[in-house]
């Protein structure tokens, strides 16, 4: 079903750059952004929105060729945000954005927590340049659409003939055309906040220093850094060495506050359970009186997205926001 006014149904299409908008990935020096080859995609893509009876309108927020995905960051995500809010006051409710591969994970994590209950966003993109003899942009796209047409709200990664809801999508292969997986199929809480993002966004960097991300090998030794939230990356369930565990609760001792730590796991899909073997689950923590939280279904990128989002709507008290979508490991 797609959403009218007036009779017409109304598109936003916004892209950001990436391999979809490049060309020479053959060569030798590497792709390069190409201002012709993202208007060559909008293009058809808004060739493909008419097919299905819908306008749709380019809004170029990151210029005419946009920008390497390497380069997203929560800068980007507010810009994204705040676009997608004020196209959504104008009655358009349907949004398909055209984004690199590499981090189009974390966008679509981010905009699973912030964009509009009513409004439906896509996005996709391309393991092949513009130019190449196997490009896969078009099928993406043309797929991308009918998703954009059939849901009547969420985020997804349309990609290589699937779906894949924003909280639970991870890239898995950096070549292959099938270039993501889901972590888990199940739906999210209907929790939304609304308020300025591109605010925050704009001083992301003090923001995000309050955020440690530690991924535990079996070489790690150091402490963690003071913060306010702790994600720790484990092994399978989001066990960690017995080591990790006594240097993270002996360090934070004499913290005026002990951070939130939100226990994640290296696999992608399977259950994860910080508490799922006795002594080495991050969720040991909780008995040294750390507030844990445990990642269920969720992806990586999501946590990411969720830790720095929570600072955003709180930063005093972050835990009130992780708390509607985690669950808490009890002692």
């Not at 409710?93 to 509009?116: E, F, N």
């Not at 696999?267 to 750390?290: D, I, Q, R, T, W």
Request: charged fraction near 20%.
């Amino acid at each position: 079903m797609t959403h009218k006014k007036d009779g017409v149904c109304r598109v936003l299409i916004i892209p950001t750059g990436g391999t979809i908008g490049s060309l020479g990935g053959l060569g030798t020096v590497g792709a390069v952004s190409d201002a012709g080859a993202v208007r060559d995609i909008t293009n058809f893509a808004a060739d493909v929105l008419h097919e299905y009876g819908c306008i749709g309108t380019v809004n170029t927020l990151f210029g005419a060729v946009g920008m390497d995905s390497s380069d997203m960051s929560p800068y980007e995500w507010g810009k994204l945000s705040n676009a997608i809010h004020s196209a959504a006051k104008e009655g358009i409710k349907k949004i398909l954005i055209i984004h690199g591969t590499d981090t189009m994970a974390y966008t679509a994590a981010w905009l699973s927590l912030t964009v509009p209950r009513d409004v439906t966003v896509v996005l996709t993109g391309s393991q092949r340049t513009a130019d190449a003899p196997d490009f896969d942009g078009i099928r993406n796209v043309e797929g991308a659409v009918r998703t954009l047409c059939e849901k009547q709200r969420g985020v997804y990664i349309h990609f290589d003939g699937r779906d894949f809801k924003g909280a639970f999508v991870s890239k898995e292969d950096a070549q292959a055309f099938s270039a993501y997986t889901e972590s888990s199929s199940e739906d999210m809480p209907d929790v939304y906040f609304h308020e300025n993002y591109f605010e925050h966004c704009e001083r992301w960097q003090d923001i995000a220093k309050n955020i440690c991300v530690m991924n535990v090998s079996p070489l790690f030794t150091h402490s963690p850094d003071e913060c306010k939230i702790l994600l720790v990356v484990g092994y399978g369930a989001g066990n960690m060495p017995q080591r990790i565990i006594r240097t993270i609760a002996e360090s934070c001792v004499k913290c005026e506050k002990r951070p939130i730590v939100i226990c994640a796991s290296a696999c992608v899909k399977g259950a994860k359970n910080p508490c799922a073997y006795s002594g080495v689950g991050a969720g040991v923590l909780a008995e040294h009186g750390f507030h844990v939280y445990s990642q269920g279904g969720y992806s990586y990128e999501f946590l990411i997205a969720l830790s720095f989002f929570a600072l955003c709507v709180d930063s005093e008290e972050p835990e009130k926001v992780i708390a509607q979508w985690l669950d808490k490991v009890k002692k």
